[in-house]
């Protein structure tokens, strides 16, 4: 019996594929901190940050955004909700592997550098990948990203404050984090060289393909992310431009 080519392209199954779906870098479900005498910080925050976006947080002062980025760190608890990084509930592990979670998919970039003074410039970038039991040779290829080749023998002492904001740029993304948190990260420098850094650090975030969130008062330096959002007490909000 002969079956017309049309019948039997319809005999034949069409294969069929699950749905592509990217898990989020941060989810952030119902979060909620208070301090001291019944103080609320954050009531019931939901976010999410999705891989290889950069966000700025704006807001007053007081309002919640780095105890935000703290909880997310690991360097406060919440007192309610949930925080999952990369698709991982963090309240679902023990302390040991909530902390090696973070030590290996986190990033850190402070105002204030936390460069160590003691260990050259190779060594303070190396830091993570040590922590890590990972190779420390790619410290020197972020140096070199960063516009510090050739000085990774170097102390802070020898720097500027520009200088080192970019080795903790570097150091915060020689292990290949999925996720970067930067408070204040250009609160200490001038304006022309805040702006140097800002464009660095969007680069090499978007080189490493890593999410980011920064948080920030300047306007300026907010609009470097990809979206900027306002923090206030009912949540997280779209800037609204001319409002």
């Known amino acids: 019996m002969h079956t017309s080519p049309a019948k039997l392209q319809h005999a ?17 479900r119902a979060l909620r901190k208070s301090y001291g005498h019944g103080r609320v910080v954050l009531a019931h925050l939901d976010f999410a ?6 966000v700025a947080v704006m807001g007053d002062s007081g ?5 935000l980025l703290n909880l997310i760190a690991g ?18 592990l023990d302390d040991d592997a909530a902390t090696l979670l973070r030590r290996q998919k986190l990033g850190f970039i402070f105002q204030a550098f936390h ?6 410039l190779q060594q303070n970038v190396a830091l993570p990948l040590l922590l890590n039991d990972a190779a420390p040779e790619r410290a020197l290829e972020l140096l070199a990203a960063v516009g510090l080749g050739g000085r990774g023998g170097d102390f802070p002492r020898q720097l500027s404050g520009g200088e080192m904001q970019r080795v903790a740029i ?17 609160g200490n ?15 090499e975030i978007k080189a490493n393909g890593a999410s980011a969130i920064m948080v920030t008062h300047s306007l300026a330096a907010a609009a470097s992310a990809d979206r900027i959002l306002v923090m206030t007490s009912d949540g997280l909000h779209p800037l609204q431009v001319g409002a």
């Open 12 to 28: 034949i199954p069409t294969a069929t594929h699950p749905p592509v779906t990217t898990v989020p870098a941060l989810e952030c």
């Open 49 to 54: 940050l999705a891989a290889g976006e950069y």
């Open 63 to 67: 309002v919640g955004k780095s105890t």
């Open 75 to 92: 360097l406060d608890a919440a007192d309610g909700g949930d925080i999952l990084i990369d698709g991982v509930t963090m309240s679902s």
């Open 115 to 120: 460069v160590l003074p003691h260990l050259t």
């Open 170 to 186: 570097a150091r915060a993304l020689v292990h290949r984090p999925k996720l970067i948190l930067a408070d204040e990260p250009t």
């Open 189 to 203: 420098l001038d304006p022309d060289t805040a702006h140097e850094v800002l464009t660095l650090l969007r680069k």
